[in-house]
C-alpha cells in the first residue's frame, strides 16, 4: 500500500516529538519501577515465608529440595507479585495510549491539513492505517522499554531464575500488555473520527478509560448483588457473610467486558504458575503449565483481541466514508 | 489549447440545500484561471470535487483525462492544493513537512531533496527551514503551504485563498511567483480569491460563482461586456452586477 509507511513513519516522529508523550512515558516509566521494586521485595519474603509455614524445611528457592512447595511459593507469588505493575500499566498504559490518539484525525481537520493529506494520490485505508500503525509503533517502543527496565528490577531484586517457561509467560504478559495499549488507541482513533474537536474526543477518550477501570467492574459488582444479593447469617454468635455461586460469575461476566478486567484477568492467569487446593482439608500444589493457562484465559483473549478488530474497524468505516469538508 | 479541466453537470447537495448546481466549463491547459465568488458561492466545494475529496452528487469532472469518479487517484496525481487555511505538522521543521509530501507523493528521494531546498529558497523561508513549523507565523505557513503545493511538481495547481494571510511583500512575490510558474512551466493555476485587485491582475479568465452556479464566465473584458460595464466602472462594480448587488 503506497504511502502507509511514510505515514507511519510521520506520525511515529510526531508522536515522540511531543512533550505529554515523555511525559507520560516517564509517568508509567517510574510507575512500573517503582512498582516492580515493591513486588520483588514482596516476593522475596513470601518465597522464605511460603517455605516455612508449609513445609517447616529449611528449604530455600531454587536449592532444588522443596520441589513441590518450591513451585507453591514460586506460582502464586510471581503473579501476586506483578500485579501493582499490571494494575499500573493498565492505569497509565490506557492514559498513554489515549494520550497519543485521542486527535489523530480531528487534530488533522481542525489545523487544515487533512484536505491537503487527502489531495496526494493515496487511498484514504493508508492514512488511518498509516496514522494506527505510527501510534502502535510508538506503543510498543514504551511497552518494551517499561517492561525491559521493570522486569530487569524484578529479576535483580529477587535472583529470579529465568527459565523459559517464565520467558515465555513474561513475553505473553507483555503481547497482552500491547493489545491492551492498541485498543486504547484504536478508542482514540475513533473518537477523534467522530468528535470534531480535540477537547471532545480527549473528554470522551477519559470517560471510556474511566468505566473501563471503575465504572463497570462497579456495575457488575451492582448488578451482581443485585442478582444473587450476599447473605449475611449469624453463625455461633460470629457473622457470617456467604456469596451465592451466581454472584461471582455475574460480576466476572460483567467486569469482564472492561478491557482494564479483562487485561488483568488475562495476565494473572498467564503468570499463574501454580494453584492450590484443599483436598480433605490438606494443601495440593497443582502446578498449571502455559498451555492451561492460555485455555484458562482464552474467552478473555477471544474477546479482547475482537473488541480490538471491532472498534479499529469501526474506526475504518467512518473515516473511509467521510466527506472532508 | 486543450481542456486540462472539463466540469461537467457537476453538482454537489446537502439535504435540500444545494451547495454547486449542474456546473458546466473547461479550463484549458496552462491558463490562470480564477475562481471568484462570496462566501458560500460554491468555489472551496467545486475544487474539493475535483480532488475527489466530497463526492459530488450529479454529474462529474476530468481532470487531465481522469473521470474523479471513476480514478480519483488518477485525477489527484497530477494535481497540487494548497487548501484555505492550510496548516502542517507542528512537531516538524519545513524540511521534514515537504519531505513527508514529497514521500506520499511518491518523488525520488534524490529529486525531492533538491527540490525541497529549491522550492524553501523560492518561497523565503529559507532561513527558516530547520526551525519547527509550530513557531511559524500564519504568513510563514501560507509560504510553506505554496512550497507544499509544488512540492510534486503538478501540471495543476489549485490555491484556494493563496494569499490569505501574506503581508502585501508576499503577496507581490506570490503574484510574481504565479506568473513564472504558468510561463516557464505552462502550469495551469487555479485560484479562489475575494481580492478582485489579484483576479485583475493575473487571470487569463474567470468564472463568477453565485449561490452554486456559475454567474459568468470568460476574461474580464468578455465579462465587462456581458453586463454593459461602462469605462468608469471597475471590476469590482463587475463583480456586484454579477451578483446582483447593483
Redesign the interface.
Known amino acids: 500500500m503506497a504511502g502507509l509507511f511514510t505515514m507511519a513513519k510521520k506520525e511515529f516522529l510526531d508522536i515522540i516529538g511531543e512533550k505529554k508523550f515523555l511525559l507520560i512515558f516517564a509517568t508509567l516509566l517510574i510507575v512500573v519501577l517503582v512498582s516492580t521494586f515493591e513486588g520483588g521485595l514482596s516476593y522475596s519474603s513470601s518465597q522464605s515465608s511460603t517455605v516455612t509455614t508449609v513445609t517447616g524445611n529449611s528449604t530455600r528457592p531454587g536449592d532444588g529440595g522443596g520441589g513441590t512447595f518450591e513451585a507453591f511459593g514460586s506460582a502464586q507469588s510471581l503473579s501476586r507479585s506483578l500485579s501493582s505493575m499490571i494494575t499500573n500499566f493498565s492505569l497509565v498504559g490506557g492514559v498513554l495510549a489515549i494520550a497519543i490518539s485521542f486527535d489523530t484525525i480531528n487534530n488533522e481537520r481542525q489545523k487544515g491539513s487533512l484536505k491537503t493529506l487527502l489531495s496526494y494520490p493515496i487511498y484514504r485505508d493508508t492514512i488511518v492505517y498509516g496514522k494506527y500503525l505510527g501510534g502502535l509503533i510508538a506503543v510498543a517502543l514504551v511497552a518494551t522499554i517499561t517492561f525491559l527496565a521493570g522486569i530487569g528490577v524484578f529479576v535483580s531484586v529477587t535472583g529470579l531464575a529465568l527459565t523459559m517457561d517464565t520467558v515465555i509467560r513474561l513475553l505473553i504478559f507483555f503481547g497482552v500488555s500491547l493489545i491492551y495499549m492498541a485498543i486504547f488507541l484504536a478508542v482514540g482513533l475513533l473518537l477523534s473520527i467522530v468528535l470534531p474537536l480535540p477537547s471532545t474526543s480527549l473528554l470522551a477518550s477519559m470517560i471510556v478509560w474511566l468505566s473501563s477501570i471503575q465504572l463497570i467492574p462497579n456495575v457488575g459488582y451492582a448488578i451482581a448483588q443485585i442478582l444473587y444479593p450476599v447473605r449475611f447469617s449469624l453463625a455461633n454468635g460470629r457473622p457470617s457473610f456467604a456469596t451465592q455461586a451466581g454472584f461471582t460469575t455475574i460480576r466476572a461476566i460483567i467486569s469482564g467486558l472492561s478491557p482494564s478486567t479483562a487485561y488483568e484477568n488475562i495476565v494473572n492467569s498467564i503468570l499463574t504458575t501454580s494453584q492450590l487446593q484443599f483436598n480433605s482439608g490438606s494443601p495440593t500444589v497443582i502446578s498449571i503449565n502455559v498451555t492451561q493457562a492460555i485455555a484458562t484465559s482464552l474467552p478473555s483473549l477471544i474477546y479482547f483481541v475482537g473488541l480490538l478488530i471491532a472498534i479499529f474497524a469501526a474506526a475504518y468505516v467512518i473515516f473511509t466514508r467521510q466527506e472532508i469538508r | 489549447m486543450n481542456a486540462i479541466i472539463e466540469i461537467k453537470n457537476l453538482t454537489k447537495k446537502y439535504g435540500d440545500f444545494t451547495a454547486v448546481d449542474h456546473v458546466n466549463y473547461t479550463i484549458e491547459e496552462g491558463e490562470i484561471f480564477g475562481l471568484l465568488g462570496p462566501n458560500g458561492a460554491g468555489k472551496t466545494?467545486t475544487i474539493?470535487m475535483l480532488?475527489g475529496?466530497?463526492?459530488p452528487t450529479e454529474g462529474t469532472a476530468i481532470v487531465n483525462g481522469a473521470d474523479i469518479i471513476e480514478k480519483p487517484?488518477?485525477a489527484?496525481?497530477t494535481?497540487?492544493?494548497?487548501?484555505?487555511?492550510?496548516?502542517?505538522?507542528?512537531?516538524?521543521n519545513a524540511r521534514?513537512n515537504l519531505s513527508?509530501?514529497a514521500?506520499?507523493?511518491?518523488v525520488p528521494t534524490s529529486v525531492a531533496k533538491e527540490r525541497i531546498e529549491k522550492l524553501i529558497d523560492m518561497v523565503g523561508l529559507g532561513t527558516k527551514r530547520d526551525v519547527k513549523v509550530g513557531a511559524y507565523s500564519r504568513g510563514m505557513k501560507q509560504r510553506l503551504?505554496i512550497a507544499?503545493s509544488l512540492v510534486?511538481d503538478p501540471k495543476i495547481l489549485i490555491l484556494d485563498e493563496p494569499t490569505q494571510g501574506i503581508d502585501p511583500e508576499g503577496t507581490r512575490d506570490f503574484r510574481e511567483l504565479i506568473r513564472m510558474l504558468s510561463k516557464e512551466k505552462g502550469m495551469t493555476i487555479i485560484f479562489t480569491t475575494h481580492v478582485l485587485y489579484e483576479v485583475n491582475k493575473l487571470c487569463d479568465r474567470v468564472a463568477i460563482m453565485k449561490n452554486g452556479t456559475i454567474a459568468g464566465i470568460g476574461t474580464i473584458t468578455e465579462l465587462r461586456k456581458q453586463v454593459n460595464a461602462t469605462e468608469g466602472e471597475d471590476f469590482e462594480d463587475v463583480f456586484l452586477r454579477y451578483q446582483g448587488v447593483v
Open positions: 466545494t474539493l480532488l475529496l466530497i463526492p487517484l488518477e489527484r496525481r494535481v497540487g492544493l494548497l487548501p484555505e487555511g492550510a496548516g502542517f505538522y507542528e512537531n516538524l521534514q513527508f509530501y514521500e506520499l507523493a511518491e503551504g507544499q510534486r
